[in-house]
């Protein structure tokens, strides 16, 4: 079974920055495609970035320009700049095996248990 532990969450004033991390059990086939998502209070989950096998990148409309997705060994990341009280949500490391795609909207097998941001104006 794959886990994934987030850490990195955290509170910080508008116009911040913060950085997300994701430690995986294993990078195999199994977790080739890896992303965040994001669930605020009283919203549908949202995936927020993703990033493939060879390191194409995806973001929603919503953090372009302002998040940065990455990984290494073992390791997903999500850098987090110019933060906004909208940015205040439960953030969730996901991964699953990459096939043709990897993006943000697309289901995923395996999940972390979340790490809260939060954002104060």
């Known amino acids: 079974q794959v886990q994934l532990l987030e850490s990195g969450g955290g509170s910080v004033q508008a116009g911040g920055s913060l950085r997300l991390s994701c430690a995986a059990s294993?990078?195999?086939?199994?977790?080739?495609?890896m992303a965040w998502f994001r669930q605020a209070p009283g919203k549908e989950r949202e995936g927020v970035a993703s990033?493939?096998?060879?390191?194409n990148t995806n973001y929603a409309d919503s953090v372009k320009g302002r998040f940065t997705i990455s990984k290494d060994k073992n390791s997903l990341y999500l850098r987090m700049t110019s933060l906004t009280p909208e940015d205040t949500a439960i953030y969730y490391c996901?991964?699953?095996?990459?096939?043709?795609?990897?993006?943000?909207?697309?289901?995923?097998?395996?999940w972390g248990q979340g790490t809260q941001v939060t954002v104060s104006s």
């Open positions: 996901a991964a699953r095996p990459w096939v043709t795609t990897c993006r943000p909207r697309e289901p995923y097998d395996y």
């Open positions: 294993e990078y195999t086939d199994r977790t080739r495609c």
């Open positions: 990033i493939d096998g060879i390191w």
